[in-house]
């Protein structure tokens, strides 16, 4: 066992804290919010229990409205690589205000934050919008438009946003489609047409010769192939080295390739995933971390590809709050404060991969089978036995226990640790996680483990 475990002769229950205060306001919001969230995720739905409605945040920790305290691992599911309420990106944000909240007109700030993120990224030219759904359904309007083709090509459990044209087949709305033309697949959503669904053309992440075998049936066809270089939203999925190689031989169709980066962007590296893999996208997305919090997303690239963006060309984008000087001014001081500190991806990646080490030791002593799928900062333990030890594809992520993780979720909620609450997502590490936070999730991680077992036997917990 790690030395980071701490073993307990006997594993017993703790005493759940109130969850009175959410209760009731999760009562009152189902009243008048479909679900009582703004997000569906955030329901708790597929792990039960009462959502714990957070009163605020500071660090690696959030407190909930009844006095509830937590080491928390989905940092807004992202943005928060400092940790909650950073001192520099409040100060920013603080100072902007006294600038008052928006414009409708062009401001230093998008100015600054777009020259930073093109000289960090390598790209030419940069558009920013309000949200990462913006970014991805943009890229793919100006991608028809700079092609004049009009098919796009996604991969199962990929998830771009919640434009029509991208939710086929998306994260943990997977939907199978084996029997039909090759590429064919099926929205994700009630009020997704299928005529929309049918410009979508869907393959196997991590499967090179499908998609060199849909590329040569139909890349003539393809205007872009959007992927996301680690995919989040089916929990973490790390690409093989071939498949790097096959997403970049779609290029030589005509297609452009995109990459969504809303959530590895500045996660990974200070260039992303794509810099951190060597890839070489035509397009990018970005959001969450170049927000500081606050929201916004983005796409950029090679310039020639930008100027069809209006005003300069025909492929029309607009946005009222695109640009909007808080958010910049929260999304400048996340990424000074991360090109000031050049260790930083190496301490989150020790720690996360001292996490994964430790959550396998833990699960192995309460004899319950996990994969651990970990790059830097991001993570997903996975309730299952996978064949070579990680998880390559979405087919694969879901034969997960989701049950197993369910039960496994509560517990670590009532010991203080507040995980992803979807087996099908990734958590994320921030800067301000310390030997202290780790070596409470553990210990907090090896009673669950065992009680899930029991659980699982049909024991009394």
Known sequence: MSPDVSPVAHVLPVEPPSTAQSGALFARARAVTPGGVNSPVRAFKSVGGVPRFIREAHGAYLMDVDGAR???????WGPMILGHDHPAVREAIAQ?????????????????????????????????????????????????????????????????????????????????????????AAPSSAGVPGEY???????????????????????????????????????????????????????????????????????????????????????SCWGKIIGGGLPVGAYGGRAEIMEFVSPLGPVYQAGTLSGNPLAMAAGLATLRALEADPDIYTRLDAYTARLAAGLKDA?????????????????????????????????????????????????????????APSQFESIFVSSAHTDAELSVTLDAAYAAYTLAARAAEGATP
């Open 363 to 419: 699960a192995r002593s309460a004899g319950v089978a996990i994969s651990v799928n970990q790059i830097g900062s991001m993570l997903t333990a996975f309730h299952l036995n996978a064949p070579h030890g990680s998880v390559g594809t979405y087919t694969q992520a879901a034969g997960s226990d989701t049950a197993g993780f369910a039960a496994w979720f509560q517990a670590m909620l009532v010991r203080g640790i507040y995980w």
């Open 70 to 76: 937590y080491i928390d691992y989905i940092g807004s």
């Open 96 to 184: 902007a205000l006294t600038g008052g909240t928006s414009f409708g007109a062009p401001s230093i700030r998008e100015v600054e934050l777009a020259e930073l993120v093109t000289r960090l990224t390598g790209m030419d030219k940069v558009r920013f919008t309000s949200s990462g759904t913006e970014a991805t359904m943009s890229a793919l309007r100006l991608a028809r438009g700079f092609t004049g083709r009009k098919f796009i090509v996604k991969f199962r459990g990929n998830y771009h946003g919640h434009a029509d044209g991208l939710l086929v087949e998306a994260g943990s709305g997977l939907m199978t489609n084996a029997d039909g033309p090759l590429g064919a």
């Open 197 to 283: 669904a049918a410009l979508t053309l869907v393959t196997e992440y991590n499967d090179p010769a499908a998609l060199d075998a849909l590329m040569a049936a139909r890349g003539a066809e393809v205007a872009a192939v959007i992927f996301e270089p680690v995919v989040g939203n089916a929990g973490v999925l790390v690409p093989t080295p071939a498949f790097l190689a096959a997403l970049h031989r779609v290029k030589d169709s005509g297609a452009l390739l995109i990459a969504d980066e809303v959530m590895t962007g500045f996660r990974l590296s200070l260039n992303g995933a794509t810099g951190l893999l060597n890839l070489k996208p035509d397009l």
